[in-house]
């Protein structure tokens, strides 16, 4: 589901894909998977923001950084606590550049 939402999401079919995500979502919770829950959460984000929904947006962003930060605790040294970071930032940077056009502060929204 994830695959197929990132290939309508691509293609522009944005309705298509955020069922998809959705879907792929609620799988997935229900199989306690945070990496794909992080994808789905965060793709649904940049779904909002394609949308100019900002407000559901950063909530999406948000939601995918809690799931980050929580995977981040279970690493126990430093390097490969930073290297942890390589493949999730999207969530964070999305989620700054819009509080940057709204003026607030990155975990303010």
């Given amino acids: ?24 979502s609620n799988l ?4 306690r998977q945070p990496e794909p829950q992080r994808v789905a959460i965060t793709n649904l984000g940049l779904l ?30 430093e390097d490969p606590r930073i290297s942890y970071f390589g493949r999730r930032l999207t969530p964070y940077e999305r989620l700054a550049l819009l509080n940057c056009h709204e003026g607030t502060l990155a975990l303010d929204s």
């Fill in 28 to 31: 997935i919770t229900e199989l």
């Fill in 48 to 77: 909002a923001e394609r949308h100019g929904d900002v407000k559901t947006a950063q909530k999406y962003y948000l939601k995918a950084i809690e799931i980050i930060e929580l995977g981040r605790r279970s690493v126990s040294h």
């Fill in 1 to 24: 589901m994830l695959g197929q939402g990132h290939i309508r999401f691509r293609a522009g079919e944005d309705d298509v894909a955020e069922k998809c995500y959705r879907e792929a």
